[in-house]
């Protein structure tokens, strides 16, 4: 689902506070060794669409979630999922998930697999974005590649570059082997055209753990909706799934475990979520 939450102020505290916690720490240990400097960095992705005003935020011991686990020498920290947040956190999981994703990595995707991406999400959660041209004795779907670089943006942190675009191959004119896309024309991204796709599988996010680092690791479950149910959902309803918490999510009868995987992402400062990574266990 395209939605974009309300800027979550206290998962902000809760990872800059860690960030700090962490950083004190090594410093401490190093000074009493040597004299070395130990520099900390915070990874900060590009904002979405709208432009938001970073705010300043105070560290105080009240911060730090008080949900903390030890595995050998290494503390874990918990971010408390409360309603709000754990609806942003399986909405964004669910826009890589509803796609039958199994694995994507920011860094190492192709531009090509970063196009593919943004079609399927036009597809599913904002139809208006498409356009259908013909070419030849094809039709094809089409959106404008400003299109594309605001949805990459928004999902990855990162912009799409124009060399991208004039990389891509004309789209052809007749049927043949070619892929269904991506191709370029007019100032668009165009993708032969399909149907009878359905997507009824969306995520729940069962804990997100703190990285110490400006990231976090969501851990979740993919679930699909049963068939029935699903095409009798208006859009409110299927919005309700997205609020689930992963003990409502195993205990619904309209829902089936599909897989479970993890997610890393980067934390703006205005709260939103970029994509690090992607993995599911298929």
Known sequence: MNLRSKRMKRLIKNVLAASVVAAMAVNVAACSKTEETVETSESVAETSVVETTVQTTEVTETAVSSQTAETGNVEIEYIELDSDLQTYANTFVSNFAEQFLTDID????????????????????????????TNGDLTFETFTFETAQIVVRDYFGILLSDVTYNGLPTPPESFGDQPAGPYAADGSVWYEAADGEM?????????????????????????????????????NALRAYYSLTADEASADSTLSPVTTG??????GQSGDYYLISYHTDI
Do not use: C, W
């Not at 920011?106 to 041209?133: C, W």
């Open 106 to 133: 920011r860094d190492s995707a192709t531009p090509e697999q970063l196009l593919d991406f943004v079609h399927i999400h036009l597809k599913i959660n904002s139809n208006d974005s498409i356009s259908y041209m």
């Open 199 to 235: 997507h009824n599988l969306f995520a729940v996010v069962d804990y997100i753990m703190n990285n110490y680092d400006g990231t976090l690791t969501l851990a979740f479950t993919v679930y699909s909706i049963d068939y029935d149910t699903f095409y009798q959902l208006d859009m």
């Open 262 to 267: 993890t997610a890393v992402v980067d934390v």
